[in-house]
């Protein structure tokens, strides 16, 4: 039996908590104040039931779990309530790393072009999240934030060609962003023949 004069060990938080702790941050993160920037254009009218499903991010300026990421999917599912049910993953540190899963919630603010969005990891936080550009197809996007700070650029197959790319960043430079701090996610090619 521990004596009661004897400091106990602190506990160590568990895997859940320290999700929760880390959503947290994010959320408080993302939740700062407004640019001195002049904001955005987002999308004029976005198609939200063609939006839904799987993204990959192809490049980012990452937030703080995200600076190791490989293979970082973000999925949304549009909810009867009219929310936007999210799940992010990524594995940490390599292709074969821990799989880190995040499920914040969006919300769609601006009800006439719906390219707005609130993005809540810990309520009542919600972290801008700006849908600035998506191609007529639905095969590319780019989410950003006024403050420019982070910004994700995605597509519906883990690679995106060069030109499409790098025209993308020549938008992001126009639009303020420091493009130096981009990173290019990892993303396993996907197998010949396999559903994307």
């Not at 999308?43 to 990452?62: F, H, N, S, T």
């Not at 549009?78 to 919300?107: C, M, W």
Request: charged fraction near 20%; include cysteine.
């Amino acid at each position: 039996m521990r004596s009661p004069l004897l400091p106990h060990p602190p506990a160590t938080p568990s895997r859940p908590r320290l999700t929760t702790l880390a959503g947290a941050a994010l959320a408080l993160l993302l939740s700062g104040c407004a640019s001195r920037l002049p904001p955005l254009a987002t999308v004029e009218q976005l198609d939200l039931d063609r939006y839904m499903g799987k993204w990959y991010v192809i490049a980012c300026i990452p937030t703080f779990i995200e600076t190791e990421a490989y293979n970082a999917v973000e999925t949304y599912r549009l909810e009867a309530d009219g929310s936007i049910h999210t799940v992010f993953t990524f594995n940490q540190g390599g292709f074969d790393g821990p799989v880190k899963r995040y499920n914040p919630r969006g919300f769609v603010r601006d009800p006439v072009h719906r390219s707005t969005w609130g993005m809540r990891f810990v309520w009542p936080f919600q972290a801008e999240f700006l849908v600035t550009h998506v191609d007529p197809a639905y095969t590319r996007t780019v989410v950003g934030r006024n403050k420019r700070d982070y910004v994700w650029i995605m597509a519906r197959t883990p690679e995106m060609p060069a030109a499409d790319y790098d025209q993308l960043v020549r938008e992001l430079a126009a639009q303020g962003y420091d493009v130096a701090k981009l990173r290019r996610v990892p993303q396993r090619p996907a197998a010949p023949g396999a559903a994307r």
